[in-house]
Structure formats: C-alpha cells, structure tokens
C-alpha cells in the first residue's frame, strides 16, 4: 500500500475499527470486507489475523483454517495461530454427533439431578403423633368408673372393690 507507514497504520486502525463494529452485529461479510477490500488476504499480518479470527468466530471452519495456514506462512512462530490451526484442525477431526455431546452430557444430568433435587427439597409430611390407647373402663356397682375391664381372666380376690384405692400395675417379666 502506497504512502507513508503512519497513514497506512491510521487506515488500517480505521478498517479494522468498522469491521469490528460489523462483526458486533453479526454482519460477518461486511466486516470481512472491510479487512479484505480486494476479497483476498489481506496485506498486513495484523488484518489477516483479524480477518481469521473473524471468519472462525462466524463458524466457516473450513475457511478460517486456511486463514490461520496462511498467517502462519507469514508469522511461522505466531502462537494464536498455531494453536488455532490444531484446534479447528482436531474439531474438524470429530464426528459429526461430537458437537452436541456437551449437550447430551447436560440433559442426562438434568435428568438425574431434577428429580433428585425435588426429593431433597420437597417437604415431607410428618407422621400423625401417636397418641396412647384409651384404657377401658368399666362400671363398678357403687356407678364408679374402674380404669380395669371385667373380662373374666381376672378373680374377685384380684379385682379391686369400689371403696379401694386403685394400685399400679406392674407388668410381669
């Protein structure tokens, strides 16, 4: 590009500053453009690393792999690219089915942790108090209610009378 460095290095900030604001609102060819003017690599290494890492954030894989190539051929120790070009290199490797594997992987969690989360956190209902038996009662001659039942097992030399005073029962061993 003819001219002097600081008007092109002003020209290029310029390109590269409507070209992000392109990329911004997903409008990926403009964008492009504006780093390409010509619709071919860039001359600057600085736009052709923009222009990559914009081509691979739209998703065209396939492209953006050859950008990465070729800003390696101009920068052979250029760090993002390197690592770039063995990322999309091994995602490109993968199966097809591998990119929704992160999304299967959520989905059976969801499914294990849902119903599990709605057990712990649900609130329990608390069992009915228990309550001791009622005592039977029965009516001695004098009208006296006897916390003892008559139920025939128990002599008359056992059975306390009306006038006594009723005595512990002990439970026999």
């Not at 890492?53 to 492209?63: E, I, K, N």
């Not at 097809?96 to 709605?118: N, Q, S, T």
């Amino acid at each position: 590009m003819p001219g002097k460095p600081e008007t092109q290095s002003l020209s290029l900030s310029l390109r590269m500053a409507r070209a992000y604001r392109f990329a911004e609102q997903g409008r990926w060819r403009e964008a492009e453009s504006e780093l390409a003017p010509g619709g071919g690599l860039p001359p600057e290494t600085l736009a052709l690393h923009a222009q990559a890492a914009l081509v691979t954030q739209s998703g065209d894989y396939a492209r953006a792999l050859y950008l990465w190539k070729q800003l390696l051929q101009r920068e052979p120790m250029h760090d993002e690219a390197t690592r770039m070009v063995e990322a999309i290199a091994l995602w490109q490797s993968r199966p097809h089915w591998y990119r929704y594997l992160p999304v299967a992987a959520g989905l059976a969690a969801a499914l294990i942790l849902i119903p599990v989360l709605v057990w712990a956190f649900s609130p329990s209902t608390p069992a009915a108090p228990l309550r001791p038996a009622p005592l039977a009662t029965t009516t001695t001659t004098s009208g006296a209610a006897s916390p003892f039942a008559s139920t025939g097992s128990l002599n008359a030399a056992t059975q306390p009378s009306a006038t006594s005073t009723p005595r512990p029962v002990t439970p026999a061993a």
